[in-house]
Nanobody, 124 residues
């Protein structure tokens, strides 16, 4: 089992920045690829970013490329999502997830473990 706890969400004005963190506990963190997903009201949960077990590979949704950066610190069992130039359409609950595949994974069905989510609200 892997337990994931997100933090860092909040209310920010358009153009602002937030940094989300996801702390993992349980099994060896470096055995897992990590991902960030988000879900807005009335919409499906969608992929945002993913990072391989070593941090050497990353991938992003087109909607966030150039604005968001995913990173991880395996010594701290933590994955981060730095979000810059935020837009109102980034408003959603953000979830981190862990996949045993180790490589970058963009589909949510490949992720076995999920956090409880953290709310991000971007005002215009």
């Amino acid at each position: 089992q892997v337990q994931l706890v997100e933090s860092g969400g909040g209310l920010v004005q358009a153009g602002g920045s937030l940094r989300l963190s996801c702390a993992a506990s349980g099994r060896t963190f470096s055995n897992y690829a990590m991902g960030w997903f988000r879900q807005a009201p009335g919409k499906e949960r969608e992929f945002v970013a993913t990072i391989s077990w070593s941090g050497g590979s990353t991938d992003y949704a087109d909607s966030v490329k150039g604005r968001f950066t995913i990173s991880r610190d395996n010594a701290k069992n933590t994955v981060y999502l730095q979000m810059n130039s935020l837009k109102p359409e980034d408003t959603a609950v953000y979830y981190c997830a862990a996949s045993p595949s180790k490589v970058v994974i963009t589909t949510r069905y490949e992720y076995n473990y999920w956090g409880q989510g953290t709310q991000v609200t971007v005002s215009s």
